[in-house]
């Protein structure tokens, strides 16, 4: 939907299934249009499509395309963004480390990439910029090599020089958000920034890639890094690193104690990788790879789950969220309404949430969400 400043808030449709194209269009009609009639039956409403590569390769064959855009007009949505990390198959199986691959050193990915802008272009309305997200890189243990290195920068620049080709064919801005996760190959700003540098020495005053790539600003990510906000932000402006969209979620923290240690034990589940950062009293941070190695670790001061929980949750008195580093942005976001255009909220997590947290149906989660985010958003002047 669209808010003020031209605004554009959505939820990401990888919450549901749907490796084809049939798939994912039977969500998009059973519960994504339920959602609409809940929180915005009357305006029109954007929608956060995740497509993966069978999918989108599916959508563009066979007029496929022009029946979704009648579709979109017919209900009154648009997609103003799509979600472009997950390549493969994203629910239903053990996903873990293989959601990173193919990573940027692979040209598959790199083709990928090029076929959601293609799409983008096709369905995205026409006054309205679109965006792309994807991963940071790759996972870090699978980078090994200065080849590697130089594989990923090559292939993201190819796809930056691809976006800026679309938008010159359609007349508006497309732009790839890199994602910074934990353990990927960028999880912290500062290494964020330090890509672009070395992107940018390597093209010299090519205008494409300010233009074109940016961050996917993802508020669990960061918060997992210890990060606040202000600085984060605040160092990307420093080295102009466009914000491409903000990724509304929340992660899971705790002061480490046996009374957390058994609050998170049913978080752990085996389709996705949840991965922990604790931190010492010392300030010293540690990575783990996954929930249950944090659960066998030793003690630490505090610890913060890669495990994204329903944004108004505000947890059990024993686990709390990281809901503080989303608002914070948000305060950012208000006193500068151009910093980003592009909000999302990812809780994709629903199929794998402990029972307490999903004792409702998916569309009433989502509409709880809604509901949430416009609030805290309307504080701000921004709804």
Known sequence: MQLKS???????????????????????????????KRVCPKARYGIGLRLSHEAAWELSRDN????????????????????????????????????YLPDWTSPERLDYTNLLFDVLAEIAPGEMEG???????????????????????????????????????????????????????????????????????EHQNDPKIDEHLGVNYDTCHIAMQYEDPAPAIALLKKHNVRLSKLHLSSAVKAKDSEDARVALSPFVESTYLHQVIARNADDRLTRYRDLPDALNSEPADEWRVHFHVPLPWTGDGVLENTADHLTGVLDILAQDPSMCSHLEMETYTWEVMPHELKSRSVVDQLAMEYDWTLARLAERGLA
């Open 6 to 36: 031209n605004i554009h808030l959505g939820y990401c449709t990888n919450v549901h299934r749907g490796q084809t194209w049939a798939e994912t269009f039977s969500s998009l009609q059973c519960i994504t249009l339920e959602v609409k």
């Open 64 to 99: 496929q395309i022009a029946k979704f855009r009648q579709w979109l007009d017919k209900n009154g949505c648009y997609v103003f963004t799509i979600n472009g990390f997950p390549e493969g198959r994203f629910h239903g199986e053990g996903v873990k480390e293989k959601v």
């Open 131 to 201: 965006s792309v997200s994807t991963l940071p890189g790759s996972f870090k243990e699978f980078v090994k090599t200065p080849e590697q290195l130089r594989a990923i920068r090559s292939n993201l620049f190819k796809a930056v020089e691809h976006a800026a080709r679309v938008s010159d064919l359609t007349g508006r801005r497309m732009h790839l958000g890199v994602e910074p996760e934990p353990l990927c190959l960028w999880e912290t700003t500062y290494e964020t920034c330090m890509f672009f540098q070395r992107l940018r020495a």
